[in-house]
């Protein structure tokens, strides 16, 4: 898949927005004594479906409320369906039958050990206009990871950004933005968000962020004269942690950052052709470890290809890091419809691959496939819920995506098996 390129096995990390959030988390868990680091966005905590898709829907989402009123039933029928946590001691509990059921898998070997959870780099970003996934369901995820019962990750290690006024998207910024409409503009209330069919889930969210900056008097004025005596604190003391989290307009900046340290990231960003993307056969990647590849991919729901970015220097043999980034639901496989286009538009203009380019981090892009017929797929969604999908142990080393990526990840490192491959 990418022959002569040498990485770094101690630097392996990944991140997902919406069902590649719950995914990233998944893996994370699957496969942590070789992932050092997880950027989560608009996700939510293992288990959280707890193996069927009505739970999926109602508890760790808003699909089936969104649904219900986009059919102008009665708002009060449609109530029924919010069931995700909604107090401080439900978001607790939520999160203690969410790591109830990692122990389990632990202890079965399914699952990597969650002490290794302890010293890893953490990033977590809920928008606070996301209509589709509710903050609490990601201050779940938080609490999984951070609660001394639980993940007990150093405090010092995560970071849990939950103000940023965006809907359920990949927030980014300028630099590097596409000429059209491929990435679009945040679209917040009372402005209708984007039509589902036309919408990338990628938002240039800068002019958005430098208005609240300036609203919520964030940005302070130049050094003051001598003598000359201010007259209020900048940024006002109630307003530090909103004025922070608008700092991450730049998410998949935000995301590596947070995992590698400012200083791996100091030679800032590059800009990207789209033609640097290369495709690959997701097809390889099962033959592996199943004697009907194509079969094993479908079975999977995952799309023929995959994408990978590698810098020019991770070519030439310098020691690269490996950042694994999963899309979302309706952003996998061929979205680029463009007129001489091709490819996949999340894997081109998510953000990563600027940051990547100039700081030598490998970026690897799996795909899922939409599929109407079984698995039944049809917003082309990573399994987090099992049921009617790839089934039991989807959460776990033997989940069929899971084994895929790992493969993939080993595929890198020169065929090592680095991270554990079950058999079929």
Known sequence: ?????????????????????????QFHLAHSQHIMGAGIVAGGPYYCARGNIVDALTRCSRFA???????????????QTKLAPKSRSEIERAAAASFAEARKQESAGKISSLANLRDDKIYLFSGSYDEIVPNEVMATVFRFYADPDKGA?????????????????????????????????????????????????IDDCQAVAEQHQEKNH??????????????????PPDKLAACKDLQDVDLAGAILRRIYGAQALSKG??????????????????????????????????????YVFIPAACKDGRQCKLHIAFHGCKQGGTSDYRPGHTGNLFAKYAGYNEWAKANDVLVLYPQIQARSLGPVNPRGCWDW?????????YHTRDGKQIKAVAQMINSLVGGQPLLEVPPE
Request: aromatic residues 6%; hydrophobic residues 35%; charged residues 15%.
């Open 269 to 306: 960003r590059m800009p990207v052709q789209e033609n640097e993307l290369q495709a690959f056969d997701q097809r390889k990647v099962f033959g592996k470890f199943s004697n009907i590849p194509h079969t094993a991919l479908q079975n999977a729901s995952m799309a023929r290809e995959g």
């Open 1 to 25: 898949m990418a022959a002569g390129v040498k990485l770094d096995p101690t630097q392996i990390s990944v991140s997902g927005i919406s069902s590649g959030g719950f995914m990233a988390h």
């Open 65 to 79: 409320t969104l649904e219900c009123l986009a059919a102008k039933l009665d708002p009060k029928l449609c109530g």
């Open 218 to 235: 964030c940005t302070c004025p130049a050094a003051l004269a001598v003598g000359e005596e201010a007259t209020a604190a900048c940024p």
């Open 153 to 201: 990750v150093r405090q010092g290690n995560i970071h849990f950004s939950s103000t940023f006024p965006a809907r359920h998207t990949m927030v980014r910024d300028s630099f590097g933005k596409p000429a059209g409409s491929v990435v679009g503009d945040c679209a917040l209330p009372p402005a209708p968000p984007p039509p589902t069919e036309s919408n990338a889930y």
């Open 385 to 393: 819920w099992g049921q009617n999908y790839t089934h039991a142990g």
